[in-house]
T-cell receptor, first 111, second 110 residues
Framework: DTAVSQTPKYLVTQMGNDKSIKCEQN?????MYWYKQDSKKFLKIMFS???????INETVPNRFSPKSPDKAHLNLHINSLELGDSAVYFC??????????FGPGTRLTVL | EDQVTQSPEALRLQEGESSSLNCSYT??????LFWYRQDPGKGPEFLFT???AGEEKEKERLKATLTKKESFLHITAPKPEDSATYLC???????????FGTGTKLQVIP
């Protein structure tokens, strides 16, 4: 059973489009995260939700909007995609402040 | 602001040649230091959490240690399957944000 899953695995789109990435965890964790990993492999946190409440919101363009319908799901919607948004996006989950477990990633390519 | 610096950026070892990876950190009140392994095209895989200076944890050929300023990941007699990028991360107390280093890419040659 996959603990943290993301869809899609790959996403190729044109500049200016709007796209969404979905994340689900079956670990029963309270907290979920979105990270961006750039071409240099640096992982940077974007958002964190605890029990559907936004608790971390780093300096991210407001074109990025997370949404947590329940504590097992955290989706990421991106409006007006730009070339610089190309990266690998990872979802993760943890039980409160404990160790984070990561999904397989979504490779976003903006053309 | 919390900072994590990993060295070296890349390390090439012969199979069986033991070595150590370094993670230096600056954080206000360390709650936890994490080591992850990341294989190409995959998400980071959890290895260890260390909470206080002097703590050590082992898993197969890997051993992680922690001081007040740095952590080491010791790899004893590595095998080619140990080849991966190893990421270090820190979490400040009372705050769920985790700050990652840029990783050490390890290649073990048969």
């Amino acid at each position: 059973d996959t603990a943290v899953s993301q869809t899609p695995k790959y996403l190729v789109t044109q500049m200016g489009n709007d796209k969404s990435i979905k994340c689900e965890q079956n670990l029963g964790h309270d907290t979920m995260y979105w990270y961006k990993q750039d071409s240099k492999k640096f992982l940077k946190i974007m958002f964190s939700y605890n029990n559907k409440e936004l608790i971390i919101n780093e300096t991210v363009p407001n074109r990025f909007s997370p949404k947590s319908p329940d504590k097992a799901h955290l989706n990421l919607h991106i409006n007006s995609l730009e070339l610089g948004d190309s990266a690998v996006y990872f979802c993760a989950s943890s039980q409160t402040e404990d160790t984070q477990y990561f999904g397989p990633g979504t490779r976003l390519t903006v053309l | 602001e919390d900072q994590v610096t990993q060295s070296p950026e890349a390390l090439r070892l012969q199979e069986g040649e033991s070595s150590s990876l370094n993670c230096s950190y600056t954080v206000s009140g360390l709650r936890g230091l994490f080591w992850y392994r990341q294989d190409p095209g995959k998400g980071p895989e959890f290895l260890f959490t260390l909470y206080s200076a002097g703590e050590e944890k082992e898993k197969e050929r890997l051993k992680a240690t922690l001081t007040k300023k740095e952590s080491f990941l010791h790899i004893t007699a590595p095998k080619p399957e140990d080849s991966a990028t190893y990421l270090c991360a820190v979490q400040a107390g009372g705050y769920q944000k985790v700050t990652f280093g840029t990783g050490t890419k390890l290649q073990v040659i048969p």
